[in-house]
């Protein structure tokens, strides 16, 4: 995807076009016999009668179903006053096309152009892709006309709370939404996104398969119904499998953090350094965990994210008062993870309560629960959690969690469990 104007850098890092690899035989073979199915997407400005965005989509069906990425198209459901979808065909041919479904946690979207054109519609492969495979991209990078880009398949991303294919091969802006072929001609994966030094990821074509199959002819559907669906089903996925995962401990400071509960919840640790003897503020070490997969709703709204943190702090130098006053402050400071605007969130409402927790020394803590309802997705908030120690004098322990994207009912039943795993 590309804007002319403001570059969209949540999902699509630039990449020089001096990158691309020069295609081989076969490649050269693919976009011969494939290009007349792959269109350049554009999201186009009313009132400027011009693209303000562009991507790649390609035929899927003989209906005329065009499939692209979400985050391609996803400003005409933002703004639909603002916005219309067109094709860019054969010929320079410019075809109006609507939206006709969504897989807004995978990232895709099926287009229909009317009427529904000659040209056959690409195979999507059925059988598994090995690490090696020669794979080759289509697309329109930079709004420079359309490129084919081979690289290497290397499997399904590790530690990914959704699938995504890494492929090494230099996707660019533009390209979003295109095919990826295997070298037999069926497309295996939808460019996605990119994180340079010949480091890309494909959407898999079996989630596209699987939209297509929840796509019959003359569907249509309620957008703002499907996606707080897919929302909740999303978050219960993830949160069904983090309540089931280990909840072991590790060491903390005086205290103890959560392991990593599931595969695709990954932690890291950083702690003071200690080497610079006249500083005289409190010792830290703190330990967070994230998942590693924003949702696009919008240009400035992404969710979708856990974020779990542990963070323990004490002091040999400040007086109880100075110690206080030091923690009031971090503990003011936690924020959810995820962005957004004011036009996507309700104000945060915060419950917030002393609990007793269960140890030797019986720590008291201090308890906060907030919510915040999205404005336009019915049922689905952000929740953030934070809970304190309040009982020590020159030691603190914090632990905090935000998820993005879910629903009540979930986010306390996490809570619930968070609270009880044995960390203090």
């Known amino acids: 995807m590309l804007r002319p104007i403001r570059a969209l850098a949540c999902l699509i890092l630039f990449v020089s ?45 003989a209906r005329g179903l065009i499939a692209t990425n979400y985050h ?50 690409l195979v999507l492969s059925t059988k598994p892709s090995l690490k090696g495979d020669n794979v080759y991209s289509i697309g329109f990078p930079y709004d420079l006309g359309i490129t084919v880009v081979p690289g290497t398949y290397n499997g399904v991303a590790p530690h990914s709370v959704n699938s995504k294919v890494n492929f090494t091969g230099s996707l660019n802006p533009g390209m979003s939404g295109g095919p990826a072929f295997n070298q037999s001609g069926e497309v295996i994966g939808v460019n996605e996104s990119t994180a340079g030094n010949q480091l890309s990821f494909l959407v898999p074509v079996a989630n596209l398969t699987d939209l297509l199959a929840a796509t019959p002819p003359g569907f249509k559907g ?137 140890t030797p020394k019986n720590e008291t803590t201090k308890a906060v629960f907030c919510a915040r309802a999205y404005k336009h997705l019915p049922g689905i908030y952000d929740v953030l959690f934070l809970q304190g120690s309040v009982n020590r004098k020159h030691q603190a322990y914090m632990i905090h969690f935000t998820i993005a994207g879910t629903t009540k009912e979930l986010a306390l039943a996490f809570a619930k469990k968070f609270m009880e795993a044995g960390v203090w």
């Open 72 to 121: 391609v198209i996803a400003s005409t459901l933002d703004v639909p006053d603002k916005y219309r979808i067109e094709v860019l065909a054969r010929g320079d041919k410019v075809l109006p096309a609507t939206l006709v479904n969504v897989d807004i946690v995978n990232d895709l979207a099926l287009l229909k152009i009317e009427p529904p054109t000659d040209v056959a519609p």
């Open 222 to 358: 309620d957008f703002q119904k499907i996606i707080v669906g897919q929302l909740q089903a999303n978050s219960k996925r993830m949160i069904d499998e983090l309540l089931s995962g280990d909840w072991s401990t590790v060491p903390l400071g005086g205290a103890h953090a959560l392991n990593e509960v599931t595969p695709f919840l990954r932690c890291w640790g950083e702690s003071k350094d200690q080497s610079d003897k006249d500083d005289k503020t409190p010792f830290w070490a703190q330990r967070s965990c994230q998942t590693d997969h924003n949702i696009f709703v919008s240009e400035r709204h992404t969710t979708g994210k856990i974020e779990l943190q542990f963070y323990w702090i004490s002091t040999d130098h400040l007086d109880e008062v100075q110690f206080y006053n030091y923690y009031r402050r971090i503990f003011r400071l936690y924020r959810p993870g995820n962005v957004g605007g004011k036009q996507d969130f309700g104000n945060w409402a915060c419950n917030e309560d002393f609990v007793n927790v269960a």
């Open 17 to 61: 076009l001096p990158g691309f690899a020069q295609p081989d035989d076969n490649a050269q073979q693919l976009f011969a016999k494939y290009n007349e199915a792959v269109y350049q997407i554009r999201v186009v400005d009313n009132a400027a009668n011009n693209k303000a965005v562009t991507g790649t989509g390609f035929l899927v069906d």
